[in-house]
């Protein structure tokens, strides 16, 4: 308070006082005379040396040492391009060559000053080509962009002999997809997929360990996932910082809101069944060992402007799958006007339940036994999964000595799926690739797979017109 | 952070606005994932789970967050312990490399109390980025960070009332460019002294003010830190207030001009309980 003596006064009531005013100018007055004292000087640099006097024998996690070093580049900057780039700083032995992504003003400065931050010196590009033409080094390239780039940035990245790790969607377009299948064969050089739940060591377990061998759930016969999103107002940009619209058309967006919202629009994403529902209909396949016979859908834009929304914002799917254990029905929704449950995966056999999603919070594991199904002792013994939660009303009948306990049916034992993910999510899967690079592993996702996952999401949108089921036939997935 | 967060701006284009807002909760949502103990693989966990003499690589954001709760731990004499007693110096930030090392396994961080406020603070700068200066900004409406006032306005008008009965007004301000942050008891509640794991008597409510420095305003380049972090040291000095004698509290004021704190105490054998504010005498 300006002027403000007694500094430990009782506060008048509100009414003596009427509403302060706190002038910055008074305020800080001082602040300059008592620099790295007090709370004003936090002291950074304190902090900095009280730390490197303890620090000086603590060696770094991510510290090469013996794994061989690779020069690695990120095409794509944005959301998904920063949260992979922190995953991959804490991956042993890779360093940044170069960065490029077409939002120099705001993206590319940003991850290039993160990078700096932990002592790589990238290389600031715009354009690709020129990316590839000076950076001669580079082992592998990350691409991050809009799903439409992602054909020509990875057959470009392979030919000049890189190997690649390209976000999913692989393509929104089956030529693209199958262009990129065709160049890693051409090239030889590795093309990872990003569909990262195939590395995540807990869907890893249920399908090594639950599925496979234990065979938990006997007989899958339906399947039910979803993401639903709440509605959430479209993506922005700093007025500051907007493309100049050259740039903008010469990288095939109109405007700065398609060039933010590429997501919505025909041509760019792939519509919100491959945003989002590639992902899980990927494990509904994976776990299933087969891919899909058939497929129905219905979707529509119910909520969004369809001036800036191109692409449906709700879609109801059902795929048939013929499996050797007989046929299946699995249902998928996504949804962009209500989060509700958010997104899993719920895998409905006759002898049990899996419910399992990415997220290391909700549907993170759990299995849940029918009460008609054998034992799983021995599972437990294992470390399988968890011992059942006990269930609160178990034995009224022991206590009371009645026959029955009349009461709503019984519920399954719920077990947990004892693994977690300790590291970021996508760290596994650019684990595995690196790996793979290195030649120290087999790729989780090469582009055989994602082809496949993207032949069952993209019928949907031709389901979604048709209104009707469309067949897929065997010959549809290969390449 | 399982708390409301909310952004108050005048702009003339609403869906500008209203995208800047969306900008700042996928902010909040990326912070609550480094930060939150619950989620497995976040930073926080990650730490929580160090065995003597092992390390993790965190995000810059984590760090710095960390380097602020140290800060104030020193600062407070350890009344603000993100660590609740277990021992946060065992803890050795490297904030070059990114690093945090457990020289001692048993180490358990709760960043609750200063996340919000670190992700107001971050907030609050991407607001600047999207040329919002006009703007306010709060998690739980006890971290609130106020921009410049709107037009026409000499502050964001902000009140004070008892935790013990929200009718009860005990203060109006008009602030602008300074993070207000508060922490009370309602009937029921207590609280622990980390270095004592006593339940503390005497305090209803704490509140603190803590300026902008002027670089967070002149700075609008997208940031990494280190930063001068209002909300998130507001948040934490809150804490230590809840705690901490008089004397204490006057002298860690006296320290810092500009900062400013008040503090209810448990009422009366009358039932009353008058609002004490602290702050360092201005220069003239
Ligand atoms: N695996 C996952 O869980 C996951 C999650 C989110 C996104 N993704 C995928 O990641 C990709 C990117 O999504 P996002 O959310 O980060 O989008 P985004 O719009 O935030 O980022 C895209 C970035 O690419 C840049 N860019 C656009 N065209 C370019 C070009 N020709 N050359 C260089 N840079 C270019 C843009 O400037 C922007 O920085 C998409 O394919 C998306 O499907 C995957």
């Known amino acids: ?479 | 952070m399982a708390t409301i967060f909310e952004v108050h701006t005048a702009h003339p284009d609403a869906q500008y606005a209203a995208q800047a807002a969306q900008a700042v909760f996928d902010l909040v949502d990326r912070l609550e994932r480094e930060l939150s103990r619950f989620l497995t693989n976040s930073d926080v966990a990650r730490i929580n789970g160090l065995a003597a003499g092992a390390s993790t690589r965190v995000t810059p954001t984590t760090l710095e967050c960390l380097v602020i709760a140290r800060h104030l731990y020193d600062l407070t004499g350890g009344a603000f312990d993100v660590s609740i007693g277990t021992g946060l110096p065992l803890l050795e930030l490297d904030p070059d490399g990114l690093v945090v090392r457990a020289r001692e396994g048993g180490v358990r961080i709760d960043l609750g109390g200063i996340g919000k406020g670190y992700a107001v603070d971050l907030a609050a700068e991407l607001l600047e980025e999207w040329d919002l200066g006009a703007s306010l900004v709060h998690g739980g409406f006890s971290s609130v960070l106020v921009l410049e006032p709107p037009p026409a306005l000499e502050g964001w008008a902000l009140t004070l009332s008892d935790p013990a009965a929200p009718a009860r007004l005990l203060a109006r301000l008009s602030a602008r460019q300074a993070a207000l942050s508060a922490s009370g008891l309602r009937k029921g509640d207590h609280i622990r002294d980390p270095r004592t794991g006593e339940a503390v008597r005497g305090r209803r409510a704490a509140w603190t003010l803590v300026p902008r420095p002027e670089t967070a305003k002149a700075d609008r380049a997208p940031r990494e830190g280190p930063r001068m972090a209002a909300a998130a040291v507001a948040d934490a000095l809150t804490t230590a207030f809840m705690l901490l004698g008089l004397e204490e509290i006057e002298s860690i004021c006296a320290a810092s001009p500009g900062l400013e704190a008040w503090v209810l105490p448990e009422a009366g054998a009358d039932g009353s309980a008058d609002l004490m504010h602290f702050a360092a005498p201005v220069e003239p």
């Open chain 1, 1 to 479: 308070m300006a002027g403000e003596e007694d500094k430990n006064k009782v506060m008048p009531p509100i009414a003596a006082g009427g509403p302060r005013k706190l002038d910055r100018r008074d305020v800080l007055k001082g602040l300059s005379t008592v620099p790295a004292l007090g709370l004003f000087g936090y002291a950074w640099q304190q902090q900095r040396q009280y730390d490197q006097a303890t620090l000086q024998a603590t060696a770094a996690p991510a510290a090469a040492g013996d794994v061989q070093e690779l020069n690695i580049a990120l095409i794509g900057a944005g959301a998904q391009g920063q949260v992979l780039t922190d995953a991959m700083l804490r991956i042993p032995g890779l360093r940044f060559r170069a960065v490029c992504d077409v939002w120099t003003e705001y993206n590319l400065r940003r991850v290039v000053n993160i990078l700096r931050r932990f002592k790589h010196e990238p290389n600031a590009y715009e354009d690709y080509r020129e990316m590839l033409d000076k950076e001669k080094e580079l082992d592998a390239v990350v691409i991050a962009t809009p799903d439409f780039w992602h054909a020509p940035h990875t057959v470009e990245c392979l030919k000049a002999g890189k190997h690649v790790y390209c976000e999913k969607e692989m393509s929104n377009t089956l030529e693209g997809a199958r262009s990129m299948v065709a160049a890693a064969r051409e090239t030889g050089k590795l093309l990872q997929i990003g569909h990262q739940r195939r590395s995540n060591p807990r869907y890893l377990h249920c399908y090594e360990k639950l599925l496979n061998e234990a065979k938990l759930l006997g007989r899958i016969v339906t399947i039910n996932g979803q993401w639903n999103r709440a509605v959430a107002a479209d993506l922005g940009a700093p007025d500051r910082y907007a493309i100049p619209e050259e740039r903008l058309k010469q990288y095939g967006f109109k405007n700065m809101h398609q060039f933010r919202n590429w997501r919505w629009y025909k041509g760019l994403g792939g519509g919100p069944i491959v945003d989002l529902g590639s992902h899980q209909i990927d494990i509904y396949t994976w776990f299933l060992g087969t891919n899909p016979s058939a497929v129905m859908a219905s979707g529509g834009l119910l909520y969004y402007d369809p001036a800036t929304h191109e692409w449906y914002d709700t879609v109801m799917v059902v795929y048939d799958y013929q499996t050797p254990q007989g046929p299946v029905k699995a249902y998928y929704q996504t949804q962009t006007t209500n989060g509700s449950q958010g997104y899993f995966e719920n895998f409905m056999g006759d002898q049990g339940t899996l419910l399992i999603s990415e997220s290391e919070l909700n549907y993170a594991g759990k299995i849940y036994r029918d009460p008609n199904a054998p034992a799983w002792d021995e599972w437990i013994q294992k470390g399988y999964i968890s011992a059942p939660k006990l269930q609160e009303l178990q034995s009224q009948e022991e206590k009371s000595g009645a026959i029955a306990d009349v009461r709503e049916s019984v519920s399954p034992d719920e077990h947990t799926v004892p693994v977690v993910l300790r590291d970021p999510y996508h760290q596994p899967h650019l684990q595995n690739f690196f790996d793979a690079v290195r030649g120290k592993a087999k790729l989780n996702c090469p582009p055989e797979v994602g082809y496949e996952s993207a032949v069952s999401v993209l019928k949907v949108n031709e389901a979604i017109d048709a209104k009707s089921i469309l067949a897929f036939k065997p010959e549809d997935f290969h390449i």
